[in-house]
Nanobody, 125 residues
Framework: QVQLVESGGGSVQTGGSLRLSCAASGYTYSFGCMGWFRQAPGKEREGVARIVTRSGTTAYADSVKGRFTISQDNAKNTLYLQMNSLKPEDTAVYYC??????????????????WGQGTQVTVSS
């Protein structure tokens, strides 16, 4: 059974930083792609960052480029999202997701099969 567990969310002020972690367990060898999504109240879930697990190729939403960095530690089966220069518009529930590599970089939620429970990130002005 696949399980993804996020941690690291919290409340920060504008300009602050947070690092999210996602611990994966189960059939992790099948994860060709892992990613971070977020969903703010009243808005659709959007892709934030993705990584092709074998090659390390990454992709980011335009809104976070230069501020967020996705990375992986294969030995620990853990995915990270380093978030710097946070803005109030980054406030959302952040989800870790995993799926196959085929459509990894386009960042559509429907391309991902497994999801974590989410962690809240709140950025105050």
């Amino acid at each position: 059974q696949v399980q993804l567990v996020e941690s690291g969310g919290g409340s920060v002020q504008t300009g602050g930083s947070l690092r999210l972690s996602c611990a994966a367990s189960g059939y992790t060898y099948s994860f060709g792609c892992m990613g971070w999504f977020r969903q703010a109240p009243g808005k659709e879930r959007e892709g934030v960052a993705r990584i092709v697990t074998r090659s390390g190729t990454t992709a980011y939403a335009d809104s976070v480029k230069g501020r967020f960095t996705i990375s992986q530690d294969n030995a620990k089966n853990t995915l990270y999202l380093q978030m710097n220069s946070l803005k109030p518009e980054d406030t959302a529930v952040y989800y870790c997701a995993a799926g196959t590599a085929t459509y990894c970089l386009r960042g559509r939620p429907t391309d991902f099969n497994y999801w974590g429970q989410g962690t809240q990130v709140t950025v105050s002005s």
